[in-house]
């Protein structure tokens, strides 16, 4: 398991700052904190070396985009050394958002974004289960997807704010 780095308010609020918008400058991040420019680019780079910042990416509405369907697949793979082997393979499949090796029934969760059921049909049975490895499937169809507006802000809003004593 990664050591947790030694993070400050200082480091806690410029990434809060970067999870609202990761478009702002340094210039403005440095007014809000209190910081020169220079200062607050030297800790972004630090948390990026550090690998607290591990990218910068546009959140994208896959509907808009014509991927309307989101299905999740859980796998019962056919031996627990492959697991991870397997889902390498699964990551290779264009439609693939994400996998997960898991605890339970399954052993890995794969997130798919598909046009429609044809759709769904050509990745599911001509890419997924020709995959060599894999023993079982359920597929779920997904109706609601519920995330929270800014996941990242609200863990770094928990670590800022003091806790209370149960």
């Given at each position: ?53 591990q990218?910068?990416?546009a ?25 991870r ?9 264009p ?72």
């Open positions: 398991m990664p050591v947790s780095p030694r993070l400050d308010e200082t480091d806690l609020r410029i990434l809060e700052y970067l999870a609202e918008d990761a478009r702002l400058s340094q210039r403005a991040i440095a007014r809000a904190v209190g910081m020169s420019p220079p200062a607050v680019a030297d800790r972004i780079g630090r948390l990026e070396t550090l690998g607290v910042i990218g910068y990416r959140q994208i509405d896959f509907a808009l985009l014509g991927r309307t369907l989101t299905v999740v697949v859980g796998i019962t793979s056919e031996r627990s050394d492959n697991q082997e397997l889902a390498q393979k699964v990551l290779a499949i439609e693939v958002e994400g996998v997960d090796l898991v605890t339970g029934q399954d052993d890995l969760r794969v997130r798919l974004r598909v046009r429609d059921q044809p759709h769904l049909n050509e990745v599911y049975f001509e890419r997924l289960l020709t995959l060599p490895g894999i023993r079982h499937t359920e597929t779920t169809l997904v109706l609601y997807g519920f995330t929270p507006d800014n996941f990242a802000k609200q863990v770094l809003g928990s670590l800022t704010t003091p806790q209370e004593e149960a």
